[in-house]
C-alpha cells in the first residue's frame, strides 16, 4: 500500500473491484464447490439462488466449518446434498469433483485456490462439455502467492488487454501467468 502514503487530497484513483460473482447458471442437478475463502460466498448463494431439483455442494474445510455450513443448509426448503471433502493435498476439490458423476445439464459454480479451480474448469470444458453459461469458476487465491503478487499480475495483464483494444471483462484471470 505504498502508492496510498502517496496520496494527497484532491488526488483521483480509479478502482474496479471486487468482480463480481455471476450466480450458478441455468441447470441441473447444481454443483457448488468452495474451499474456507469460499464458503461464505457459496452459503449466500446457496440462501439467494432459485430453487431447483437437486443442489450438491462440495465444501474442502475444516469440520467445524462444514458444521456451519449444514446448519446453513438445514435452514433451507431446498433439498441440498453436502460433502466434506478434506481440505488437505493437492487439488481437492477437483480431485472429487473428477469423481462426482455429471450430465451436460449439470451448472456448477466453483471457488478457492487458483489451480484447484483451473481443474475445476478445464473438467467442465473439456471433459463435460459444459457451456460458459453453465459454469462459473473462481480463483480466489494461489497457494504459494501472496495476493499482492497475484494482483498485480492480474493488473499487468489487463493494462495489456486494454492496450490492444479489449474490453476489461475480456481478461481470462485462468490465462495469465503468474
Not at 29 to 44: G, K, W, Y
Request: aromatic letters at 8%; glycine letters at 6%.
Amino acid at each position: 500500500m505504498r502508492w496510498l502514503a502517496q496520496l494527497r487530497i484532491g488526488d483521483r484513483i480509479d478502482i474496479v473491484g471486487p468482480r463480481p460473482h455471476r450466480t450458478p447458471g441455468e441447470g441441473t442437478p447444481r454443483v457448488l464447490l468452495a474451499d474456507s475463502s469460499a464458503l461464505p460466498a457459496a452459503t449466500r448463494l446457496l440462501r439467494t439462488m432459485p430453487h431447483v431439483d437437486e443442489t450438491f455442494v462440495f465444501a474442502a474445510v475444516p469440520e467445524d466449518e462444514f458444521a456451519i455450513l449444514q446448519q446453513e443448509i438445514s435452514a433451507l426448503a431446498e433439498p441440498i446434498t453436502a460433502f466434506r471433502v478434506e481440505p488437505h493435498g493437492q487439488y481437492p476439490l477437483a480431485t472429487a469433483f473428477a469423481e462426482f458423476d455429471l450430465t451436460t445439464d449439470a451448472s456448477v459454480w466453483a471457488a478457492g485456490e487458483r489451480e484447484d479451480m483451473r481443474e475445476i474448469r478445464h473438467r467442465c470444458k473439456h471433459h463435460l462439455g459444459l457451456l460458459s453459461e453453465q459454469t462459473q469458476v473462481f480463483g480466489y487465491w494461489k497457494y504459494g502467492m501472496t495476493n499482492t503478487r497475484l494482483d498485480f499480475a492480474r493488473l499487468r495483464a489487463t493494462q495489456k488487454g486494454l492496450a490492444a483494444g479489449r474490453a476489461f471483462t475480456d481478461t481470462d484471470d485462468f490465462e495469465i501467468e503468474l
